[in-house]
């Protein structure tokens, strides 16, 4: 009796793990990884036709509360230059708050700059390379889906990292990471969470586990230049802006074949094979458990549950994620709009890239590409935007394989200051500006290389 009592509570045990571990997982992949047509399901024309549910959550967030978004950025943006500033006069006793207030002096100059800005860009009264439609306003506008989505995902990214969602993929596919790319398997989320939902949102899972210790310092930075694409639903956008809605397939698999290749040769090579095989601040490396008895399925759902069993409670989850979204909104977000003003007025106020782009010019006509001189500052302006080298081809004037050519360019590109590479910055995976250029310029040589001769072939 006793042994069929100790069976039954073992068995009993058993599924309520698996239940932890599967209902979890299960609204994290309808959250951050499968994309739903979810415009079509509740007829709605103002949101993306397919997205991620978070995504969409996010979509309806946006058409909530738009027409409050630049006084929200107005009051994210001036209080987190003056709390920061208050924080140098007065001892703040709260550890969290004192972190993310009292900052050194380079982070606290661009919470200052970006608070000016704002004020300038909200008001309208400033210098034109400031408050023009085309630098601030730009930035600006990019803002309603940086708030709405950081807010959403803050809260529920736990359903993707705690729950053994990440164990269970990694795991079966650990090998296959490890051999072509150097990552964990688990960075196969990553990547799904960025090229089906937004890149920024692959970029702060991947912080998250670098500094929980699944990732070193080389990994992360990898996955982080590697993985974090533009979305999906955004890809739609340019290839529209372009004309391209015709052809999408066949031009976001050419984005895709740019990409894979980036993410073979990237690991190999300056600057990533320098980075350390280290961990955030020396805490203990979270190794994959990999075992071939049993199968790579059974050891990842055992590998799931196990994490799961370890999951944060419902309170915790709360704060840590309400913390996150503080943090990443007085932190990130004044960021975002100083460098991505400064980076829009450069490219649209100055010569700067039209002179650093002549040597291009060569390479272009090497492959042959129409539009050689006229398409050349394109190519490199990505790295402040990835919208404006789209914008820049998309007139009668280029031919339609230099559009094709530098609007999958400007997408497989990945680094960009507006966003992305903002966000890597600010984050603590070990990156540079220095870094983020050299890795901008390769990704573009070996993008071009993959995407050229594709184009030709097409057009």
């Not at 790579?296 to 944060?312: D, E, H, I, T, V």
């Not at 979204?325 to 980076?343: E, F, K, M, N, Q």
Request: net charge negative; aromatic share 12%; glycine share 6%.
């Amino acid at each position: 009796m006793n042994t069929q009592q100790n069976y039954t509570l073992e068995q009993s045990s058993s599924i309520l793990r698996f239940l932890k571990f599967f209902i979890p997982s299960l609204l994290g992949l309808f959250l951050f990884i499968i994309p739903l047509p979810f415009g079509e399901m509740f007829n709605m024309a103002d949101v993306s036709p397919v997205n991620i549910g978070v995504g969409f959550i996010s979509e309806l967030l946006k058409l909530a509360i738009g027409d409050y978004i630049p006084t929200i950025c107005l009051v994210i943006i001036v209080g987190s230059a003056v709390l920061s500033l208050g924080a140098k006069f007065i001892n703040i006793k709260n550890e969290f708050f004192k972190n993310i207030l009292d900052v050194p002096p380079f982070w606290l100059f661009f919470r200052i700059v970006g608070a000016v800005f704002m004020v300038m860009i909200y008001t309208n009264v400033g210098p034109e390379f400031i408050i023009s439609e085309n630098t601030g306003h730009v930035i600006l506008g990019i803002m309603p889906s940086l708030i709405a989505l950081f807010l959403i995902a803050g809260f529920l990214l736990p359903l993707v990292l705690d729950f053994g969602l990440m164990d269970f993929f990694g795991t079966m596919i650990s090998k296959f990471m490890r051999t072509l790319f150097l990552v964990p398997g688990r960075a196969s989320v990553d990547t799904l969470s960025s090229w089906l939902g937004d890149a920024t949102l692959g970029i702060m899972i991947t912080n998250t586990q670098y500094k929980q210790g699944f990732y070193n310092k080389k990994e992360s930075c990898i996955i982080a230049v590697c993985f974090s694409l533009v979305s999906l639903p955004f890809s739609t956008v340019i290839a529209d802006q372009l004309g391209f809605m015709d052809k999408f397939v066949p031009f976001y698999l050419t984005v895709c074949a740019a990409s894979l290749v980036c993410a073979l040769i990237l690991p190999r090579i300056y600057p990533l094979c320098k980075i350390k095989n280290e961990t955030y601040n020396n805490i203990p490396y979270e190794e994959e458990e990999i075992s071939e008895e049993g199968g790579l399925y059974k050891q990842g759902l055992n590998n799931a549950m196990n994490r799961a069993a370890k999951a944060p409670t419902l309170n915790e989850i709360i704060v840590n994620g309400f913390k996150n979204i503080v943090d990443i909104y007085i932190s990130l977000i004044p960021l975002v709009l100083a460098w991505g003003t400064i980076s829009l007025a450069v490219a649209e106020f100055t010569p700067i890239f039209t002179w650093i782009s002549y040597p291009v010019i060569l390479i272009l006509e090497l492959l042959k590409i129409p539009n050689a001189a006229e398409a050349a500052p394109a190519v490199l302006v990505g790295f402040t935007d990835m919208f404006i080298p789209s914008v820049m081809v998309s007139g009668d004037g280029f031919a339609e394989v230099t559009k094709f050519i530098i609007g999958a360019l400007s997408i497989s590109q990945l680094v960009y200051m507006t966003e992305t590479g903002a966000v890597i910055l600010k984050s603590e995976i070990p990156l540079k500006l220095k870094d983020l250029m050299v890795l901008f310029l390769i990704r573009t040589v070996i993008s071009l290389l993959v995407i050229t001769p594709i184009a030709h072939m097409l057009f």
